[in-house]
């Protein structure tokens, strides 16, 4: 082999194991990540159904049922509601009327099973995703009743 030949070798395998590098960090990156719904998408069929995602909206008056360590409510961005459970402990400032975000997946029944609850955490917040979905639930319900 002639020292260009060398070089060559040396620089192809550098960027081979550069090139598996990153596909390895970008399989694992696509792997954790985990997309936000609001109800109104979960109904439209837009959320996966065998992965994880999040969810996130209201928490409706008078929904939540809590039996032992399970708890049930029901999340609505103000036009579709999706019935979420959980079993654990939830959040101190989980409250109804209140924004919630939960991680989980839809089980066969269309029920939104959560692994993980996050509660708004002052009186203005509520995730950007969930606010523009609810704004435009909002905005929706406005221009439905005008019509005549």
Do not use: C, W
Not at 58 to 63: L, N
Not at 121 to 133: C, L, R, S, V, W
Request: charged share 20%; proline share 4%; aromatic share 8%.
């Amino acid at each position: 082999m002639t020292k260009r030949q060398k070089k060559f070798m040396l620089i192809a395998l550098g960027l081979a194991i550069v090139a598996s590098a990153t596909a390895l960090v970008l399989n694992a990156f696509q792997s954790n990540l985990v997309f936000f719904f609001t109800p109104t998408q979960v109904f439209a069929g837009e959320a996966p159904k065998a992965r994880a995602f999040r969810i996130g909206g209201m928490v409706k008056a008078a929904s939540l049922v809590q039996v032992g360590m399970t708890h049930e409510f029901v999340v609505t961005d103000n036009e579709r509601e999706v019935r979420v459970t959980f079993t654990g402990l939830l959040p101190d400032l989980f409250k109804e009327g209140k924004g919630v975000v939960a991680q989980g997946e839809l089980d066969s029944s269309g029920r939104f099973v959560a692994s993980q609850v996050l509660a708004k955490h002052d009186e203005n917040y509520m995730p950007p995703e969930a606010q523009h979905a609810m704004d435009a639930a909002a905005q929706r319900r406005a221009s439905q009743s005008v019509r005549p």
